[in-house]
């Protein structure tokens, strides 16, 4: 018994890492539940207590008795009479406790066998008090273990002396893990409930990427740059918001590192997931616009009762600003905590528009047609009157819908507009061949004055 009894305090002290006093409480414990057992009627005892010699496992069982008259001695697993009391205890008084020696001749080996269960369930619960105490003031801390085994779909995690579990709901789900493989996970939360404490580790928590963000940029660790905002979507794409409490440290600069050290380390603990660092400003306006980079905003609108933020970007821009399947535009309203709404920007294509129609109605007028059918023909290709003469009267018909004699009313009209247009250049043209004459007569005549100067 005595090799027993210390080589169990020794094993859980050393292997175990509990602490002494609780592997002896633990054994008390065991061993007063075994006395219960063995002595017939010993649960009728009030107060029991076990002590042992750590050194020599030696153990003794002792009964909390109160002394009673020897007239009034009834109840022998709770009562001592005076008589018996004084024996062991001078001067001891009526009502007064004594502690007495209860232990059986034989309380020895069978003592730890049948304590052996009870004694195991102490100290496993010991070791799970000690891990809620080790753990409960690191929630929030990033931990470094590795992959143990898999329950189902969730991952348990070796952090030496201890045990934790990462839920399916925090993996990531790009990425993959076997057995043995060395990680770093986001302590969430400590829960000491049910089958008592439990690690609950995370790859995906938003935090995660706070955290090593502080342990790679010493500005954040001294407080000089701050991580004002994070949204993530695991395993794709993350925006940090980031401000300088020093005009002369520029945040962006400090995070990204030279070269681009700093944020290179920590997109490879993300394994290669994207991560953007953005300005933090007070201006929703500039934010939003810093956010949705390298998309360029054309306009913003803001509807603050609604908090929602109205974003136009030019149609080639606009896959940019959405991103790919949205997730460039989700991360943005996380980010700023707006609902952020990225639309095509109409204001060129209504500006065109604008432009057809009044070129459309203008033709129409000269051709006798109202608006609809100004604009029915514009859009067949009829964007000029010498462009409507090359047109065949059944075409003019078909795309207007109208009957053909109006078709070849409008092919004459048109016909008619173009030889106006071309008149005025013919009259031009027959004075410079009038003044052309005068020109040769003058040069023929200096010519023969010159001959019959030389004769």
Known sequence: MTT?????????????????????????????????????????????KAEIN????????????????????????????????SKK????????????DVTPPNFGRIAVQTAKQ????????????????????????IVSGSVRRFEKSDVMVDLGK?????????????????????IRCYVVSVDNEGRGPEIILSRSHPNFVRRLFESEVAEISDRTVELRAVAREAGYRTKVAVYSHDDKVDPVGACVGLRGARVKNIVRELNNEKVDIIRWTDDINEFVTEALKPAQVRSITLDEGASVVHVT???????????????????????VGWDVQVKKDESQHE?????????????????????????????????????????????????????????ESVLEKAQAIVLAASAPAAEVEAPAEVEAAPAEDNATSEATEEKTTEA
């Open 4 to 48: 027993d009894i210390v080589a169990l305090i020794e094993f859980y002290e050393k292997e175990k890492a509990i602490d002494r006093d609780r592997v002896v409480e633990a054994l008390q414990f065991a061993f007063c539940s075994a006395y219960r057992k063995m002595v017939p009627g010993a649960d009728a005892i009030n107060t029991l």
């Open 54 to 85: 750590e050194k020599k496992g030696d153990t003794r069982i002792f009964a909390s008795l109160e002394v009673v008259a020897d007239d009034d001695y009834v109840d022998k697993f709770n009562e001592v009479p005076q008589s018996l009391a």
């Open 89 to 100: 205890q001078l001067g001891i008084q009526l009502g007064e406790h004594i502690d007495l």
């Open 118 to 141: 009870t004694m195991m369930q102490r100290l496993r619960q010991a070791e799970k008090e000690k891990i809620y105490d080790e753990f409960k003031d690191r929630a929030g801390d």
């Open 162 to 182: 201890f045990e934790a579990r990462m839920p399916s709901s925090e993996r990531v789900s790009t990425e993959d893990y076997n057995v043995g493989d060395r």
């Open 313 to 335: 970007v030019d149609e080639e821009d606009l896959s940019k600003a959405i991103g790919r399947r949205g997730q460039n535009a989700r991360l943005t309203s996380k980010l």
């Open 351 to 407: 500006q065109f528009e604008a432009r057809v129609e009044d070129a459309a109605v203008q033709l129409g007028q000269s051709l006798g047609l109202d608006v609809e059918l100004s604009d029915r023909l514009f859009r067949a290709g009829g964007v000029s009157a010498e462009m409507v003469t090359q047109m065949p009267a059944e075409y003019i018909a078909s795309a207007l819908e109208v009957a053909a004699a109006q078709a």
